[in-house]
């Protein structure tokens, strides 16, 4: 592992091959805020990607591309006289401390910076209020608490969730970010009640054959299903994601036995399918 001065000679070389790119290549030369955003989000999912896969020389990499996101953004910041990359490391490592009460004292809070700064804690109240924290659910709860109280922070507790998050992982946010201001159930166990209503409500909308109204039913039902898992301490994105792995697995091993087979998918009947997912099924065990 690199030294502390290692990895700072790191950062500042990537930096410098930034700022030199940003002057020499035709293509850095023309990016844009607009423009990065579409290959920011592919980056994020390869990351995300080989973090399922569990694959850590890919996460390495994915890390870096990320990171050169983040550098590149603050760039063009810089070129606009609106901030750069030591702001927003600052900024990043003041709201660090200002949500960690129960590790930092207020003092530490807000050092002076050449200007003005995207974060800025309003006073040192959230420092009194919440200097005690000994659970990571606490922590969790006035994390929430102490945002409210930023200068340029959430106005209300559900606007940190941003909008377009897919719709699965918003759910689960919108949901943690409410049981962290108490709204959630009493009993983890009274949740199910609920999914059975939802699921209910489901089916008799689609025996009515109404599309409008069943596929509001359906988002009620997944919702509450979102909802059992987080308090069972599951995460559905990655439930549903093993699930998708999974799939793919089992139905290509039928693909690969009907090439060999020389059978098209098409000409083969669902009990012929059925026996190949099951041994596709036996076969992981």
Known sequence: MCTREEQMQAFGRLLDVLDELRQKCPWDKKQTNESLRPNTIEETYELCDAIVRGDSHDMMKELGDVLMHTCFYAMIAREEGLYDIADVLNAETDKLIFRHPHVYHHSQVGQPKPRPLPYVPE???????????????????????????????????????????????????????ARNVGFDWQKREDVWKKVHEELAELEAELEREDKERSTDELGDFLFSVINAARLYHLNPENALERTNQKFIRRFNYIEEHSIRAGKPLTQMTLEEMDKLWNEAKENEH
């Open 123 to 177: 006073g040192d109240q959230a420092a009194d209020d919440f200097s005690k924290a000994e659970t990571s659910g606490e922590v969790l709860r006035n994390w929430e608490q102490i945002k409210l109280k930023e200068k340029d922070g959430n106005k209300t507790v559900l606007s940190g969730v941003p909008a377009s998050l897919p719709s699965l992982i918003k759910a689960y946010r919108i949901q943690d970010k």
